[in-house]
């Protein structure tokens, strides 16, 4: 296995050219993207930071998952650049403060968050860019010319030179904890770190497994395993366009497998939670001892009160 993400990407994209990469709704539309042109769309736009002078900087990325959002982060860690995944649930203040904390100097913004934009120019003086996270062609100029999208940041990168691959102890993400015991921190991950948990990883698939991607993207659990593992194996990822809807979801794009975590299958109905394991072959959950301890001991209640059999 590759210590960089950047081989690991052309592997896979060379392997799996011809194979459909991710599916997402539009509406009651099914899209989808193969390989070829997820690798075509990163390059692109590695090409372009770097030839708007970003090579070597900090760049944030606020936004849920994505097609647009994961391929702009793989142009970021592909190159020479390290990626700063935040949440975009926080309030404006607490990501401009986390970006002022990060050093960025560009931020990848989902175009639901476009409001954001005035905060962020405001309050983080370092911020030199923002990219919305849509690759349509723009209808109207944009109001500042620090405002773009990924269209003109392709368009940037045409003809231009790519940039060196990252070494093994670069700083490929900086992810912040959540703060429960103090000030959020931030923890820098090399791309030996990102690389190595691929090489880790014991499970094994067949190239066109289906997985349904329902965490959040921003967290490490979700990047490493649900879309670093699934490229590495050529796996179909389909994008859950909201945890509300994640039974309809199932129903449309039929996964093999999904990742969930004990919070999520508390907020569920129990008639919901049985419809889950009965259409998905593997649930991968991770579980801290005193979150298991919690989970059981309200599961156990729950079915006394129900008079329900313990399988």
Known sequence: MSALIREVMEDSCREFAD????????????????????????????????????????????????????ESYLGVVTGCMTAVPLD???????????????????????????????????????????????????EEEFESDKLENLAILKHAGEGAEDGAEPKPDDIAMILFTSGTTGKSKGVMLTQNNLASNLEAMSFSTAPGVVLLNV???????????DWLRGFARGAVICVSDSFMHMIRNMSIFKPHSMLMVPLM????????????????????????????????????RAMVCQNAHLL
């Not at 404006?92 to 934009?117: C, M, P, W, Y």
């Not at 965490?215 to 395993?225: N, R």
Request: charged share 30%.
């Open 88 to 138: 975009k649930g926080f309030p404006g203040d607490e990501l401009a403060e986390l970006i002022n904390r990060s050093d960025a100097e560009g931020v990848f913004l989902d175009v639901d968050k476009r409001e954001l934009a005035d905060t962020i120019f405001e309050k983080c003086k370092s911020i030199r860019k923002i990219w919305l996270l849509d690759e349509n062609e723009p």
């Open 265 to 300: 299958i508390e907020t569920r109905s129990l008639a919901d939670v049985c419809v889950i394991y009965l259409q998905v072959e593997r649930i991968w959950m991770i579980i801290i001892w005193n979150s298991s301890v919690t989970l059981t001991s309200r599961s156990w």
């Open 215 to 225: 965490l959040p993207v921003h967290h490490a659990f979700c990047l490493v395993m």
């Open 19 to 70: 194979l459909t990469a991710v599916k997402w709704l539009v509406k009651k539309d099914i899209q989808e993207r193969k390989y070829s042109k997820i690798y075509e769309n990163l390059t692109a736009i590695r090409k372009g930071l770097i030839a708007e002078g970003f090579e070597k900087k900090h760049i944030a990325f606020i936004g849920g998952s994505s097609v647009w959002w994961i």
